[in-house]
């Protein structure tokens, strides 16, 4: 389903909100985090027969989110509720934005990892671009496509959700255009990164931008230049950095991509990743990643991405 159109006001954002997108028999539906659980909202809608936005789709594109609020509470304190509420440990989840209209990622963006590769400091964001095809949830299996390539990494991100229209914005206004942020993590195939200038094909295969648990609202992230970002791989841990270390910072980006093209609420930006990739390493201590290996990627505040590579 794609994003409305139409620019609600951004005073209609909900604030200190945590949402999950699920994934039901039915498609994808909406859920939000409480300290309880996780609360089905379709399951919960249709229980307690009160009307609400049903996807994240609906909440991005502005809908009103005061009956959500009202039916969140409602199934935390009516008994019947608990037949609405999962824990993490047992919800299925799908992408925590699973149809954004733009997926746009930022290359070399840890001072760490451009020297770690090799790479001089850019002087401004190194964009592309990766596909909805991409796209993968919490505990996703990704199969990774050896047909093609065997050098398989790995990137924790901190992921960018945009919230409202934007056009040109100024850095020191570029956060107020943030919807949330979310923990991505942009799986990589080197070799295929290297067949031209052009990075885009090692980026693009199926699975290869995982993206959740959760969207966390962004009054909840007052800065989002202070949160950890680690992988662990195996339970290895392999990455262990600080959004500190970003060469441009989210508000920095938000306004530079907003020069060249209009963004939308539901684009996602991955903002890059610090130093501690495979490819970082020298050549013969490079083992890449293989079937079977599972991969959690977790940015502080937004909660740990699970992947598993078949």
Not at 70 to 93: C, P, Q
Not at 128 to 142: E, I, P, Q, T
């Amino acid at each position: 389903m794609a994003l409305a159109a139409k620019n609600k006001k951004y005073a209609s954002r909900p604030t200190g909100m945590t949402f999950a997108t699920l994934a039901g028999k039915s498609g994808y539906t909406l859920g939000v985090k409480t300290d309880a659980g996780i609360v089905d909202v379709a399951k919960a809608a249709a229980l307690f027969r009160m009307r609400a936005p049903l996807t994240i789709d609906e909440v991005l594109a502005g809908a009103d989110c005061a009956p959500l609020r009202k039916l969140v509470e409602k199934t935390l304190t009516d008994r019947r509720g608990r037949a609405a509420i999962a824990s993490e440990a047992r919800a299925k989840f799908g992408p925590a934005i699973p149809h954004p209209p733009k997926i746009i990622c930022v290359g070399l963006n840890y001072r760490g990892h451009a020297a770690e590769t090799g790479n001089q400091i850019p002087t401004a964001p190194m964009l592309f671009s990766k596909f909805n095809n991409a796209l993968a949830g919490h505990r996703s299996k990704v199969k990774l496509p050896v047909k093609v390539d065997h050098t398989f990494d790995y990137e924790v991100e901190l992921v960018v959700v945009i919230g409202r229209k934007a056009v040109n914005v100024p850095e020191d206004k570029a956060l107020q255009y943030v919807f949330g942020y979310a923990t991505g993590n942009d799986l990589s195939a080197r070799a295929l990164q290297k067949v031209t200038s052009q990075i885009m094909l090692g980026k693009i295969p199926d699975g290869f931008a995982p993206v959740g648990p959760y969207v966390v609202t962004a009054d909840q992230i007052p800065d989002p230049q202070t949160l950890r970002v680690t992988t662990h791989v195996n339970g290895e841990l392999r990455q262990n950095n600080n959004t500190n270390d970003m060469i441009f910072t989210c508000a920095q980006i938000v306004s530079y991509c907003s020069r060249y093209m209009t963004l939308m609420p539901g684009d996602i930006i991955y903002t890059g990743t610090p130093q501690g990739v495979i490819l970082g390493r020298p050549v013969e201590q490079r083992v890449w990643l293989k079937a079977g290996d599972r991969v959690v990627t977790e940015v502080e505040k937004l909660g740990a991405l699970e992947v598993t590579l078949a």
